[in-house]
Every structure is written in C-alpha cells, then in structure tokens.
C-alpha cells in the first residue's frame, strides 16, 4: 500500500483541480499533455506540476508528457473516486437541495441515500426522488445503513449537535456548510466550505483594486 | 491609504476566519483575547496569528492582548465590510436561490438587487421579494444599475459567457460557483467556489483513514 501520509494537503487540494482540466481535455479529444502545456492551463508552474504528481510515483515520460485519459484515472484513482460514497443530508433547504441536484447531475459516485429535515413543512417532500425524513429518525437510519458522508446543511446553530449524531452513527466524513468549525473525533474527516469567507475575501480584493487606481 | 499589495494570498484567507471567531466571542460577551488563546480557539500558532494581524499594523496591546469589539471591526474594516455591495445572482435554480437567502439571513452588506435566468419556468417568480428576470434583459439592467458583484450560479457551458456579460456591464468582482475556471481581465477580481474539489479532497482523506488503520 502506497504511503500517502505525509504528502501536503496543498498537494491534496490541487489533485481535484488538475482532474477538472484533464476532465475538460478528455472531452475535447487531446491525448497527451506536458508539463509545460498542462502550466498553461492549470496556472501552476511546471516543476509545481511535475514536483506534486511525483509525489504519487509520477506518471509522465520524458519526451512525450503525459497520457490525459490515465493522468485523469490516475488521479481519480488517487482520490478514491473509484468507488461510491454514501451520504446523508441534514437541511434540506434550498442548499441541501441544491447539493442533493449537483451531485446527482454529475453521475459521480457519491449517492445521496438520505435526507434529514426538522421542518414539518419539508418532511415528506421529494427531492431527486429522495424523500425528506424527519431529523428524530437520523439515529435509527443511521444504525441501519452503512453511510459514509454526513452533510451539514442545518443552521449554525445545531451544526454540532448534527455532527455528533453523525459521528455516533459512524460516517467517516464531514462535509459542513454551516458557518462554523465544528469538532470530530481524529478518525472523522471534515470538510468545511464557509461560503462568507470566501465573499469577504473577495470583498477585499474589489477595494485593494480600487484603492489602486 | 494603507499599502496592502504586498500582503499574501493566504493572510487574506485566514482574515475572515480570525473575524468569524471574534464575533462568536463578542456575543458571548468575551472582552479581550490575548494570541495564545485565540491560537486555541482559531487552530493556528500564537506567533503566526501576530504575524498575520501585524500586517495591518497589528491592533494588540503586550500584556492585554486584543480587544475583541476592536479587532472584530478592524478586519471588517479591511476586509471592506463596512460598506455595501450591489449583487447579481445568474442561475436562480436551487443554489442561486441559497445563495439569495443566505445573504440576506446574514443580514450583511452584500446585498442581491437582481436575480437572472433562462427558464421560462422561473423568471417572474419572486425569491425574497426579488422578481427574477429574463437573462435577455441582463446587459440593459447592468447599463442601468451600479452593479459590485456577479454572482455565478449557471451551468459550466454558459458561465463564461455569462462571465463575460458581467464584466462588460461593469462588475469588480465575480464570486463563481460553476465548476470551472473562469477568465477576467486584470480588473476584476474573482473567487471561485469548487464544490467538487472540495468534495473530491474529503474522499482522499477518508480513504487514507482507513488504509492508514
């Protein structure tokens, strides 16, 4: 079994990133890639390229670059995106939903089973041919079926409390929208998006190029 | 005016987390915080959190620590917080919908003033008293409308084009949550939220949990 352990989650981060532009070449036909030519697209440099796929055994050929349909399994493969994940949504809002209809219109394998709501109001209504269930049940569901991914698109307010619930029922990973960090045990991964850092950010940057001209 | 061109990429990132932080304590009625407890509370080192805040001149006392109220509105100040922004939402499927909510629950300075769409189906339909208009009429209203942000929510065939219209319209900064990369001239700022990165990185790192048990 390959060591993983110690590669960086900077390199982590990017694997995602070069499989979408491998993903979109792919479709286009191209067949090969080199370093330099990937640089281009992706926006890293080529060594930064070269530097992070050696990371994993390297898989280009010196004079020919890389192959771009087992580059893009390669790295799927890295991902673990070679098998289906099993996922459970708390809040189903218009974000739940919204989540529920992405991954679903991306045929990948990451399967939402079910979703969890406290609002009387959406228990009962279907999304994606899911029905919404009633939060109280998530513990039962849980014990039930094997789930890996818990979602967290619940208010902040019970954010943990959901996250505890999901730790107890044995999913393996967290993947939080609520506008918090949340505490897991060292076995569970989480993954936050917090969507008002990344406006704040962005916010910044429009006035320090403002403030420039 | 204060020179911020040279601050990192990643000090600007860490910004809005150290503020998320700060305002659960300022609600919690916490007064002072001194680096070593916000470096528990925020997960980063002591010595990094005073590298970081010493950029902008850095807000601490020795001995006192920062006063929450204080560096809680300095970052917002430096984030640009204290002013608002005209948004456009294009896409108004499930997350543009999120999206408008989200914005307004937050109660924030970003605030959605048009809302666009292809579908027949969901123009005119109001999401928080906000009519959502035909995409056609996009150009027009953005000639008419000082517009800050464009916000994305399409699908990745349009979203360049989409892209496109907006900065031709007039917007400084593009918040996109198509899954892929957009281009924008010099001016324009953009941030990108790539769920599936995200998404794809939490299935590495549960995979590398368990091969590591």
Redo the contacts between chains.
Sequence with gaps: ?RD??KISDAV??R???Y??YLE?MRRRGVDRVSSNELSRIV?YTASQIRQDLNNFGGFGQQGYGYNVESLYEQIGN????NQE?KMVIVGT???G???A???RY?K?G?IVCGMFDVNPELIGLRVNEIAVRDYETLNSYLAENDI??GIITAGKDSAQEVTDRLVEGGV??I?NFA???LSVPA?V?L?N????????????????????K
Tied chains: 1, 2.
């Design positions: 079994m993983d352990s982590i981060k694997l995602p990133r499989r979408r979109d926006g890295i991902l673990g995106l994940y809002g218009n974000l939903q919204a989540i209809n992405y991954t991306n990948s990451f890996d991914i393996r990973g993947w506008p918090m960090d076995h991964v993954r998006v917090h969507l008002s850092d990344s406006l704040h950010s962005l916010a910044y940057y429009i006035n320090r190029n403002k403030n420039q």
